[in-house]
């Protein structure tokens, strides 16, 4: 199986943390989880990432090639989109491949998908199956 990485990045600080590499990523709500197990990595409180107590990253990005699919409460899974080349996301907007994909609307809790406007409880980025 693949892995990625999310590189956590903030614009103030001039300063970047990687995650360590993993299969997929899950971002729920204000959390990111990391696969296979699911160990919650990253909070998001008060407009920043909060990552092992390493506050104040306003974005981050995945410069592997990756997939994103939406996956509902229930665990349905939409389609799978990509792979991509690079995907960011900064204030809850997701580009890939520097097009507009996805939003996150902070008073649902859910992530707008624009190509199916659908919405979902969680975004998965994850590496392509080969």
Known sequence: MG???????SDQLAKTTKLAPAPFFRVTGNFISQGPDRTPVAKFSNHFWDMHGQQHFTQYACHDRAV?????????????????DEITVADGVVYANGQLFARFTEETQLWHCYKTDTYWLTMVLASPTP
């Open 68 to 84: 994103v699919r939406f996956e509902d409460a229930l665990g349905n899974s939409s389609e799978t989109f990509g792979p991509f």
């Open 3 to 9: 892995m990625i990485s999310l590189i956590f990045e």
